[in-house]
């Protein structure tokens, strides 16, 4: 960077950090674009990315959008930031003066960056932004027992916040809600588009945006999560982090079938030989949610389903049922009680998938 660069953009940073020094956000995450940096672009390339940065805060459309850009060809900055929908005034200002401030500090000379805070986010790039930018983020602290409902129930929560949110004016495109999850738990969401986007290009924007997040399977069991990019993004949890709620959606329905084949999952995945163990001895009151003993057969229930899911770990795979003769065997409790006698599986037969995969994730990041 030439010293008049390194003037602009210190007085820049200056004036930002007096701005921004009071408030504190939730800082999530920073992306650099990896191409070209201030070593091989021309000097017009950095001049316009300090007097795009410099103008950017004083775009507001009046709901938390900014945009600018400055610059043709190979030399054009296009910079964009987004407060999240509840948050407005002084608070999302301060916010997007944050974001530049974190930007030059951690991409001091990349040609393009995203910043990510839970309150906003900025981004700048030249011509489109790098695919990079598009980020998963979870809590690997908190999961659920039962991820494939949950999933459903925050998949079915989310295509009735897109429509809500596509259906915002040019200001802003917003929604929040709540829906019923499992094991009495309340999920909350929001998602939210750039306004400048339609109705249609909204919704696919967030469709993408869940399948992508989804596409790690093992990203279902976690109760807190969030994908950003710079066009739209979303985020849920099973406690409030918004004030004002747009929509409650009601629970699809779960059938037993389903909630067994949860069990038959949690079981074939986590703490296996103990299972067999206390399956064998008749002792699963030691290792089930007492919830599950509730009401008449229950326990026999219970027995029957984890004695499936033993079956589908067998060494043999001849021995093993096919989804089909599981989904019957769950269904057919009472016409057919008589299930074939699993026999112990090795102790460090299974491992549990996370080990493997969670160095694709990126957890939530605490730090400011």
């Not at 610059?71 to 948050?87: K, V």
């Not at 499992?182 to 469709?207: D, M």
Request: glycine fraction near 6%; aromatic fraction near 10%; proline fraction near 6%.
């Amino acid at each position: 960077m030439n010293l008049a660069g390194q003037f602009l953009f210190s007085l820049t940073l200056t004036n930002l950090i007096t701005i921004a020094h009071a408030a504190h956000f939730n800082y999530m995450y920073t992306s650099c674009d990896g191409g070209d940096n201030f070593t091989t672009i021309t000097s017009e390339y950095e001049k316009n990315l300090n007097t795009t940065l410099s103008v950017l805060p004083t775009t507001d459309t009046g709901a938390g959008y900014f945009t600018h850009y400055t610059g043709q060809g190979e030399n054009t900055i296009n910079a964009t930031a987004m407060c999240r929908g509840d948050i407005g005034g002084s608070l999302c200002q301060s916010c997007i003066h944050q974001s530049i401030i974190k930007a030059g500090l951690i991409c001091p000379k990349s040609k393009g960056a995203a910043v990510y805070y839970d309150e906003c986010l900025l981004s700048y790039f030249n011509l489109q932004y790098p695919s990079k930018f598009q980020v998963v983020l979870v809590n690997p602290d908190v999961t659920t027992k039962y991820p494939e409902i949950f999933k459903a129930d925050v998949r079915v929560l989310m295509m009735e916040l897109m429509k809500a949110a596509a259906a915002g004016g040019w200001l802003r495109k917003y929604a929040t809600g709540t829906i019923a999850g499992p094991n009495s738990t309340t999920i909350y969401a929001f998602v939210q588009c750039r306004p400048t986007l339609s109705a249609e290009w909204c919704i696919e924007c967030l469709e993408n945006a869940v399948d992508v997040y989804y596409l790690y399977g093992h990203l279902a069991p976690f109760t807190e999560g969030r994908l950003f990019q710079p066009t739209c993004n979303f985020m849920y949890n099973t406690k409030q982090f918004f004030d004002q709620i747009t929509l409650v959606v009601s629970s699809p329905p779960h059938g037993e079938t389903q909630r067994d084949a949860e069990l038959v999952g949690t079981w074939t995945g986590h703490g296996t030989f103990a299972a067999w163990s206390c399956w064998q001895n008749q002792t699963l009151t030691n290792i089930i949610d007492p919830l599950m003993k509730v009401g008449p057969g229950a326990l026999n229930h219970v027995s029957r389903t984890i004695q499936i899911g033993l079956l589908c770990i067998q060494t043999d795979d001849t021995q093993r049922p096919t989804m089909d003769q599981v989904l019957l065997m769950l269904d057919n409790a009472s016409h057919d009680p008589n299930l074939p006698v699993p026999v112990v599986p090795p102790q460090n037969s299974i491992t549990t998938p996370l080990q493997s995969s969670m160095e694709e994730v990126l957890p939530m990041l605490e730090t400011s």
